[in-house]
Nanobody, 125 residues
Framework: AVQLVESGGGSVQPGGSLRLSCVAS????????MGWFRQAPGKEREGVAA???????VYAASVRGRFAISRDSADNTLYLQMNNLKPEDTAMYYC???????????????????WGQGTQVTVSS
């Protein structure tokens, strides 16, 4: 099993930037699909971005062009660079991992096996 720990959340003004990190530990010998999801109060968890084992990214339409997902395999770390943040980006952000996913599942939270505890992002003036 893989364990995931997120960091990097915080409070920022609209238009600002944050970079989230997710460190994977445990069974990291296998290459994993990894993703970022978010959940605002009263809303369902939604996919933000995901990256497959060939490092091909996928983004939700709401963040495309503003967010960038990447990974450093040497450090078992996943990143989410978030630019031009908007108030509607406010949510708890979660890192997820899975060994194998169909492409159409990349942004579906219910299909992912392993989750971190989350890091809060608040965008407000």
């Amino acid at each position: 099993a893989v364990q995931l720990v997120e960091s990097g959340g915080g409070s920022v003004q609209p238009g600002g930037s944050l970079r989230l990190s997710c460190v994977a530990s445990g069974d990291t010998n296998d290459r994993y699909y990894m993703g970022w999801f978010r959940q605002a109060p009263g809303k369902e968890r939604e996919g933000v971005a995901a990256i497959n084992t060939e490092n091909t990214p996928v983004y939700a339409a709401s963040v495309r062009g503003r967010f960038a997902i990447s990974r450093d395999s040497a450090d078992n770390t996943l990143y989410l660079q978030m630019n031009n943040l908007k108030p509607e980006d406010t949510a708890m952000y979660y890192c997820a991992a899975d060994r194998n996913l169909r492409k159409e599942w990349y942004l579906l939270a219910s299909k992912w096996a392993s989750w971190g505890q989350g890091t809060q992002v608040t965008v407000s003036s």
